[in-house]
């Protein structure tokens, strides 16, 4: 039972560098999202999708743009990395049903040099 | 805008007592979600509970249960029994019922167990 899968699970970028974080769920959930989570700051809404094809921004979207073109697929992109974008990445989905939880990948640790 | 607020970065407790984590929400809305994450040296996020803002009956789950004050925007979480395996990162979260689907997460209170 897979569940929600980040990939990669870690990489390290030169500054200006551009890469995709792919999350896949197999639960068929509707709601997908992608956070960052910094030391002491918790975790914090980077964009989400309410469904396939749309998309939505979060509390910190600059820097980073995502695409949700498969219900089971919700990619983040970074066009040119910067080191304020060093952080942890997680992904999670959730049913539609609002009282719902969501799901969490494993994370992904991104350094940008 | 909705904040959420953990007043305690670190808290210990001694292995088989009780200890309460606590979490403040600012909101206007009447309906709502909070949730209790763990998240254990692994990284893994892990949901502890939930309640509903609309259930006046506190949520339990085995040895983790809430105070929920819903007029004082509280929503504390206590562990009784404490075990090794508690040790983690935890972390409040709110989400509205409404339409818009963010979700406001505290900034965690780290949770060590003595043995």
């Known amino acids: 039972n897979a569940g929600v899968t980040q990939t990669p699970k870690f990489r390290v970028l030169k500054t200006g560098q551009s890469m995709t974080l792919l999350c896949a769920q197999d639960?068929?959930?509707?709601?997908m999202y992608w956070y960052r989570q910094d030391p002491g700051m918790g975790l914090r809404l980077i964009h989400y999708?309410?469904?396939?094809?749309?998309?939505a921004k979060g509390e910190v979207p600059d820097g980073y743009n995502v695409s949700r073109l498969k219900k089971q697929n919700f990619l983040l992109g970074l066009e040119s990395a910067a080191p304020s974008q060093t952080s942890v990445y997680f992904c999670?989905?959730?049913?539609?049903?609002?009282?719902?939880?969501?799901?969490f990948g494993d994370g992904t640790r991104l350094s940008i040099l | 805008a909705q904040t959420v607020t953990q007043s305690q970065p670190e808290m210990s407790v001694q292995e088989a007592e009780t200890v309460t984590l606590s979490c403040t929400y600012d909101?206007?809305?009447?309906?709502?979600?909070l949730f209790w994450y763990k998240q254990p040296p692994s990284r893994q996020m892990i949901l502890v509970i939930r309640?509903?803002?609309?259930?006046?009956q506190n949520a339990t789950e085995n040895r983790f249960s809430v105070n929920f004050q819903k007029a004082a925007k509280s929503f504390s979480l206590k562990i009784s029994d404490s075990q090794l395996g508690d040790a983690a990162m935890y972390f409040c979260?709110?989400?509205?019922?409404?339409?818009?689907?963010?979700?406001?997460f505290g900034k965690g209170t780290r949770l060590h167990i003595l043995p």
């Open positions: 999708s309410v469904g396939e094809g749309t998309t």
């Open positions: 979260a709110y989400r509205s019922a409404g339409r818009d689907d963010k979700i406001i």
């Open positions: 309640q509903e803002a609309y259930k006046q």
């Open positions: 909101t206007s809305e009447s309906d709502y979600y």
């Open positions: 639960m068929n959930h509707e709601y």
């Open positions: 999670a989905a959730r049913q539609g049903m609002p009282n719902q939880p969501q799901h």
